[in-house]
């Protein structure tokens, strides 16, 4: 337990870390608070689709701390 960062130690140091949040995790920038401008890079295995409500409510967490999204392509390997 003594590993683990608080809140209070990711907002001081947000410019030098970085986060792995799922959709249910997403009430943790509430306290994080986030800085504007800060990058959120969105990867998922399964394909992207616009219609999925878990999309619309993410990007709403994402507008409302003004933080910018990138969308991950799939990576391809080079033989």
């Known amino acids: 337990m003594d ?6 130690y990711v907002r001081k ?3 030098n870390i970085i ?7 997403f009430t943790e920038l509430i306290d994080i608070k986030p800085k504007a401008g800060s990058v959120f ?6 394909p992207f689709r616009e ?3 878990g999309d ?3 990007h709403n ?4 701390f003004k933080m910018h999204f990138h969308q ?8």
């Open 3 to 8: 590993k683990i960062a608080t809140h209070e």
């Open 13 to 15: 140091n947000q410019k």
């Open 19 to 25: 986060m792995d949040l799922d959709f249910f995790q």
């Open 41 to 46: 890079l969105h990867s998922m295995s399964e």
């Open 51 to 53: 219609e999925d409500i």
């Open 56 to 58: 619309q409510v993410m």
């Open 61 to 64: 967490w994402l507008d409302h």
């Open 72 to 79: 991950s392509s799939r990576f391809r390997t080079h033989e």
